[in-house]
């Protein structure tokens, strides 16, 4: 876990990294509203507990939290969701319908959970936000949002695997960016390769179109100007995808192997 960082329009953002063996670091974001009625966003990944639920009491206490987005149901989002709900007695968890489903079959007690639909309107205490779906995702269930500030979650969308832990996006120059996006593509949503020129600049012009005052996503370091810069990356390493996958997938095989046989050694 790295510092809580104080954003625009009442956010805040709970970073960490985690490493992608061979690859490098990946940036994993949750995000909290800390204005009447709390909103946690997303809860961080399970390897970082005791850490993570540091952070978030450093900025909120755990048991004012109102209202858990969960973005969908993937480790690095899910990771401390039982034990946030035992602190937050009040809370509600919002979740897709497919991902309340795989919470059920997870074996969690879903009573707790609301389920939202992309293009729900919702009043949360002082702000009003509708949910949308991000132009690209790993999970069917993914919902991320729009506020009434322009504050936007585009969840695993605009991901990057970086280098090293870079904490300000600002320092990652365009084609460390661009290639980060490229990897991260590859890795968590490979079916984008397949997608035609013209839908895929229909999805991130979209984005560029609603102009978010604030661009929150899951697996970058926080910056500035990201709703002016983050489109135009991603579309730059989408189209760059399909080239590069088959280097990339040969890279990670490659390292999968070594691993193995690093394992074997032990
Ligand atoms: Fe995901
Ligand atoms: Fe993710």
Redesign the pocket.
Known sequence: MTPPQALSAGWWALPSWAPIPGLGMLA?NAYLHAGREPMLV?TGMGMFGDAFIDALGSVVDPADIHWIWL??T?P??TGNLQRILELAPCARVLVGVLGQAKLGLSGMDVSRTQVVMPGDELTLGNRRLRAVRPPIY?APETLGFIDDAGAMYT??SF?AVLPDVTPNLDDVDETTLRNGMVAWGAL?APWQADLDPALRERRFGAIEKLAPSLLMT??LPIGTRTAGRLPKAALAANERLPADMQALDAAVLARAAQGLGEMAMA
Do not use: E, F, Q
């Open positions: 994993n997303d973005s969908h993937d690095d989002h790993d969840v695993d991901g968590d899951a697996h």
